[in-house]
Protein backbone atom coordinates (compact mmCIF):
# COMPACT_ATOMS: atom_id res chain seq x y z
CA UNK A 1 0.00 0.00 0.00
CA UNK A 2 1.11 3.40 -0.76
CA UNK A 3 0.44 6.86 0.99
CA UNK A 4 -1.71 7.21 -2.26
CA UNK A 5 -4.36 4.80 -0.51
CA UNK A 6 -4.78 7.26 2.79
CA UNK A 7 -7.15 9.09 3.70
CA UNK A 8 -5.95 12.72 5.27
CA UNK A 9 -8.05 14.25 7.27
CA UNK A 10 -7.48 17.32 9.93
CA UNK A 11 -9.11 16.82 13.50
CA UNK A 12 -10.42 19.86 15.92
CA UNK A 13 -10.93 22.37 13.04
CA UNK A 14 -13.12 22.65 9.87
CA UNK A 15 -10.88 24.41 8.08
CA UNK A 16 -7.65 21.79 6.45
CA UNK A 17 -4.84 24.17 7.65
CA UNK A 18 -6.16 23.94 10.91
CA UNK A 19 -6.34 21.39 13.52
CA UNK A 20 -4.28 18.18 13.71
CA UNK A 21 -3.70 16.04 10.33
CA UNK A 22 -4.15 12.45 10.94
CA UNK A 23 -3.93 9.65 7.87
CA UNK A 24 -7.18 7.04 7.92
CA UNK A 25 -6.25 3.04 6.49
CA UNK A 26 -10.08 2.32 6.46
CA UNK A 27 -8.90 -1.15 5.61
CA UNK A 28 -6.04 -2.32 6.51
CA UNK A 29 -6.31 -5.78 6.57
CA UNK A 30 -3.07 -7.82 5.95
CA UNK A 31 -1.23 -4.97 6.75
CA UNK A 32 1.80 -6.22 9.69
CA UNK A 33 2.90 -3.48 12.26
CA UNK A 34 6.46 -2.81 9.84
CA UNK A 35 4.16 -1.97 6.99
CA UNK A 36 1.51 0.29 9.24
CA UNK A 37 5.07 2.24 10.62
CA UNK A 38 6.01 2.75 7.07
CA UNK A 39 2.79 4.07 6.33
CA UNK A 40 2.77 6.51 8.90
CA UNK A 41 6.54 7.64 8.13
CA UNK A 42 5.75 8.24 4.48
CA UNK A 43 2.78 10.43 5.32
CA UNK A 44 4.70 12.06 8.31
CA UNK A 45 2.00 13.10 10.41
CA UNK A 46 1.70 12.84 13.78
CA UNK A 47 -0.41 9.68 13.92
CA UNK A 48 -1.86 7.40 11.31
CA UNK A 49 -5.11 5.39 12.00
CA UNK A 50 -5.49 1.70 10.79
CA UNK A 51 -9.22 -0.06 10.79
CA UNK A 52 -9.57 -3.78 10.48
CA UNK A 53 -12.39 -6.34 11.81
CA UNK A 54 -13.38 -5.77 15.62
CA UNK A 55 -13.03 -8.56 17.83
CA UNK A 56 -16.28 -10.92 18.11
CA UNK A 57 -18.98 -9.43 20.06
CA UNK A 58 -17.80 -5.81 20.20
CA UNK A 59 -20.77 -4.18 18.74
CA UNK A 60 -23.30 -3.85 15.37
CA UNK A 61 -21.90 -4.69 12.32
CA UNK A 62 -20.20 -2.06 10.19
CA UNK A 63 -20.59 0.28 13.47
CA UNK A 64 -17.70 -1.36 15.25
CA UNK A 65 -13.93 -2.03 14.50
CA UNK A 66 -10.42 -2.65 15.95
CA UNK A 67 -8.63 0.48 15.90
CA UNK A 68 -4.62 0.98 15.93
CA UNK A 69 -2.53 4.13 15.95
CA UNK A 70 1.20 4.29 14.18
CA UNK A 71 3.50 7.36 14.69
CA UNK A 72 6.03 7.60 12.31
CA UNK A 73 8.25 6.01 14.18
CA UNK A 74 6.26 3.50 16.40
CA UNK A 75 2.70 2.31 17.32
CA UNK A 76 0.81 4.56 20.17
CA UNK A 77 -1.81 3.19 22.48
CA UNK A 78 -3.76 5.63 21.81
CA UNK A 79 -4.92 8.67 19.57
CA UNK A 80 -7.70 11.22 20.58
CA UNK A 81 -7.29 13.16 17.07
CA UNK A 82 -7.10 10.31 15.10
CA UNK A 83 -10.18 8.60 16.32
CA UNK A 84 -11.96 11.96 15.81
CA UNK A 85 -10.86 11.85 12.40
CA UNK A 86 -11.48 8.10 11.74
CA UNK A 87 -15.15 8.57 13.25
CA UNK A 88 -16.24 11.29 10.65
CA UNK A 89 -14.75 9.93 7.75
CA UNK A 90 -17.14 6.51 8.78
CA UNK A 91 -19.72 8.79 9.06
CA UNK A 92 -19.08 10.33 5.96
CA UNK A 93 -19.40 7.09 3.75
CA UNK A 94 -22.10 5.86 6.47
CA UNK A 95 -23.72 8.01 8.23
CA UNK A 96 -23.59 9.84 11.78
CA UNK A 97 -24.79 7.50 15.02
CA UNK A 98 -22.62 5.34 17.59
CA UNK A 99 -19.62 3.70 16.96
CA UNK A 100 -16.89 1.95 18.69
CA UNK A 101 -13.57 1.27 18.71
CA UNK A 102 -11.16 -1.70 19.90
CA UNK A 103 -7.80 0.08 20.61
CA UNK A 104 -4.50 -1.07 22.83
CA UNK A 105 -5.83 1.18 25.39
CA UNK A 106 -9.55 -0.43 25.95
CA UNK A 107 -12.62 0.47 24.39
CA UNK A 108 -13.61 3.83 23.02
CA UNK A 109 -17.24 4.49 22.00
CA UNK A 110 -17.79 7.58 19.88
CA UNK A 111 -21.25 9.65 18.93
CA UNK A 112 -20.97 11.46 15.78
CA UNK A 113 -23.79 13.78 15.60
CA UNK A 114 -24.70 16.19 12.23
CA UNK A 115 -25.63 20.16 12.97
CA UNK A 116 -28.17 21.35 10.76
CA UNK A 117 -25.36 23.03 8.78
CA UNK A 118 -24.30 19.39 7.65
CA UNK A 119 -21.27 19.67 9.96
CA UNK A 120 -19.96 16.29 11.42
CA UNK A 121 -19.15 16.04 15.19
CA UNK A 122 -16.99 13.12 16.73
CA UNK A 123 -17.48 12.54 20.82
CA UNK A 124 -15.18 10.21 21.93
CA UNK A 125 -15.45 8.62 25.62
CA UNK A 126 -11.67 7.89 27.03
CA UNK A 127 -10.94 4.41 29.06
CA UNK A 128 -10.66 5.28 32.66
CA UNK A 129 -8.38 7.59 33.72
CA UNK A 130 -6.05 8.37 36.58
CA UNK A 131 -2.91 10.37 37.50
CA UNK A 132 0.06 9.99 39.20
CA UNK A 133 3.13 12.00 40.85
CA UNK A 134 6.14 12.52 39.14
CA UNK A 135 9.45 11.95 40.84
CA UNK A 136 11.24 15.42 41.56
CA UNK A 137 14.54 14.26 39.71
CA UNK A 138 12.11 13.95 36.27
CA UNK A 139 10.69 16.80 36.63
CA UNK A 140 13.46 18.75 37.03
CA UNK A 141 15.04 17.28 33.85
CA UNK A 142 11.79 17.93 32.06
CA UNK A 143 11.90 21.75 33.11
CA UNK A 144 15.90 21.51 32.00
CA UNK A 145 15.05 20.07 28.83
CA UNK A 146 11.98 22.45 28.01
CA UNK A 147 14.18 25.04 29.93
CA UNK A 148 11.83 26.24 31.46
CA UNK A 149 12.45 28.07 35.25
CA UNK A 150 10.81 26.33 37.76
CA UNK A 151 9.54 29.99 38.40
CA UNK A 152 7.73 30.12 35.63
CA UNK A 153 5.14 27.13 36.23
CA UNK A 154 1.65 27.92 37.70
CA UNK A 155 1.66 26.94 41.53
CA UNK A 156 -2.24 26.22 41.30
CA UNK A 157 -1.30 23.07 39.20
CA UNK A 158 0.61 20.64 40.23
CA UNK A 159 3.33 18.54 38.20
CA UNK A 160 1.41 15.49 37.53
CA UNK A 161 1.29 12.16 34.74
CA UNK A 162 -2.15 12.09 33.58
CA UNK A 163 -3.38 9.10 31.80
CA UNK A 164 -6.38 8.74 29.92
CA UNK A 165 -5.59 6.13 27.16
CA UNK A 166 -2.22 7.27 27.27
CA UNK A 167 0.41 8.89 29.59
CA UNK A 168 1.00 12.96 29.82
CA UNK A 169 3.27 14.84 31.72
CA UNK A 170 0.97 18.03 32.61
CA UNK A 171 3.18 21.25 33.31
CA UNK A 172 1.06 24.50 33.84
CA UNK A 173 2.59 27.90 32.94
CA UNK A 174 2.05 30.91 34.51
CA UNK A 175 1.67 33.09 31.94
CA UNK A 176 0.62 33.07 28.18
CA UNK A 177 3.85 33.90 27.09
CA UNK A 178 5.72 31.66 28.90
CA UNK A 179 3.60 28.59 26.61
CA UNK A 180 4.22 30.71 23.64
CA UNK A 181 7.86 30.49 23.82
CA UNK A 182 8.50 26.91 23.56
CA UNK A 183 11.83 25.63 22.02
CA UNK A 184 13.48 22.66 23.58
CA UNK A 185 15.82 20.03 23.27
CA UNK A 186 14.75 17.37 21.20
CA UNK A 187 16.48 14.36 21.70
CA UNK A 188 16.66 15.30 26.02
CA UNK A 189 13.30 15.52 26.62
CA UNK A 190 12.82 12.31 24.01
CA UNK A 191 15.01 10.19 26.39
CA UNK A 192 13.53 11.54 29.64
CA UNK A 193 9.59 10.32 27.88
CA UNK A 194 10.71 7.28 26.98
CA UNK A 195 11.81 6.54 30.63
CA UNK A 196 9.04 7.68 31.82
CA UNK A 197 6.54 5.95 29.10
CA UNK A 198 5.05 9.30 28.08
CA UNK A 199 3.35 10.13 24.70
CA UNK A 200 3.45 13.90 25.33
CA UNK A 201 4.03 16.74 27.49
CA UNK A 202 0.57 18.33 28.00
CA UNK A 203 1.69 22.30 28.46
CA UNK A 204 -1.42 24.30 29.17
CA UNK A 205 -2.29 28.35 30.53
CA UNK A 206 -5.78 28.99 31.87
CA UNK A 207 -7.24 31.84 30.35
CA UNK A 208 -10.37 31.38 32.77
CA UNK A 209 -12.43 28.59 34.65
CA UNK A 210 -14.13 26.88 31.02
CA UNK A 211 -11.31 27.99 28.88
CA UNK A 212 -7.52 26.49 28.66
CA UNK A 213 -4.42 27.08 26.04
CA UNK A 214 -2.32 24.07 25.20
CA UNK A 215 0.61 22.75 23.35
CA UNK A 216 2.13 19.08 22.95
CA UNK A 217 6.04 18.33 22.54
CA UNK A 218 5.89 14.48 20.71
CA UNK A 219 9.79 14.14 20.46
CA UNK A 220 9.33 10.52 21.32
CA UNK A 221 6.89 10.29 17.82
CA UNK A 222 9.21 11.94 15.83
CA UNK A 223 7.44 15.04 15.68
CA UNK A 224 8.49 18.55 17.58
CA UNK A 225 4.81 19.66 18.25
CA UNK A 226 1.36 17.89 18.34
CA UNK A 227 -1.24 20.35 16.40
CA UNK A 228 -4.21 19.04 18.41
CA UNK A 229 -3.80 16.39 20.76
CA UNK A 230 -7.34 14.45 21.99
CA UNK A 231 -5.52 12.17 24.09
CA UNK A 232 -3.81 14.75 26.39
CA UNK A 233 -7.13 16.82 26.12
CA UNK A 234 -8.98 13.59 28.05
CA UNK A 235 -6.12 13.05 29.86
CA UNK A 236 -5.78 16.89 31.17
CA UNK A 237 -9.69 16.64 31.87
CA UNK A 238 -9.47 14.17 34.64
CA UNK A 239 -6.65 15.91 36.40
CA UNK A 240 -8.51 19.36 36.14
CA UNK A 241 -11.07 17.39 37.75
CA UNK A 242 -8.92 15.22 40.50
CA UNK A 243 -7.10 18.14 41.54
CA UNK A 244 -10.37 20.25 42.30
CA UNK A 245 -9.28 22.92 39.50
CA UNK A 246 -12.87 22.30 38.04
CA UNK A 247 -16.38 21.03 39.16
CA UNK A 248 -16.87 17.30 38.86
CA UNK A 249 -19.15 18.03 35.89
CA UNK A 250 -17.59 20.87 33.34
CA UNK A 251 -17.69 21.95 29.62
CA UNK A 252 -14.22 22.73 29.18
CA UNK A 253 -12.92 24.68 26.18
CA UNK A 254 -9.10 23.73 24.84
CA UNK A 255 -7.28 26.56 22.19
CA UNK A 256 -4.51 24.29 20.31
CA UNK A 257 -2.18 24.84 17.27
CA UNK A 258 -2.43 28.83 17.26
CA UNK A 259 1.47 28.93 18.35
CA UNK A 260 1.88 26.69 15.01
CA UNK A 261 -0.29 28.66 12.85
CA UNK A 262 -2.43 25.60 12.75
CA UNK A 263 -5.87 26.72 15.50
CA UNK A 264 -7.85 23.98 16.53
CA UNK A 265 -10.64 23.85 19.18
CA UNK A 266 -11.01 20.96 21.40
CA UNK A 267 -13.94 20.63 23.63
CA UNK A 268 -13.68 18.56 26.63
CA UNK A 269 -16.88 17.10 28.92
CA UNK A 270 -16.60 15.83 32.72
CA UNK A 271 -20.21 14.37 33.84
CA UNK A 272 -20.88 14.26 37.22
CA UNK A 273 -20.76 10.00 38.26
CA UNK A 274 -18.69 8.74 35.14
CA UNK A 275 -15.13 9.01 35.74
CA UNK A 276 -14.06 8.92 32.03
CA UNK A 277 -13.01 11.93 29.88
CA UNK A 278 -15.53 13.34 26.64
CA UNK A 279 -13.27 14.73 23.98
CA UNK A 280 -15.06 16.27 20.99
CA UNK A 281 -14.64 18.18 18.04
CA UNK A 282 -14.97 18.38 14.07
CA UNK A 283 -12.99 16.99 10.99
CA UNK A 284 -13.01 17.49 7.43
CA UNK A 285 -10.48 16.13 4.89
CA UNK A 286 -7.79 17.52 3.68
CA UNK A 287 -7.73 17.67 -0.92
Do not use: K
Not at 43 to 60: C, D, I, R
Not at 78 to 84: K, P
Not at 258 to 274: A, K, N, Y
Amino acid sequence: MSTNDVLRYTAFSGDPAGGNPAGIVLDATGLDDAAMVAIAAGLGYSETAFLTAPPEGLGEPGRAFTLRFFSPLAEVSFCGHATVATAVALAERDGPGELVFATPAGTVPVTVDEAADGTLRATLTSVEPHTEEVAPQALAEALAALDWPAADLDPAFPPRIAYAGARHLVLAAATRERLAELDYDFERLASLMRELDLTTVQLLWRESDSVYHVRDPFPVGGVVEDPATGAAAAALGAYLREYGLVGTAADLTLHQGVDMGRPGLLGVELREGDPRVRVSGTATRIA
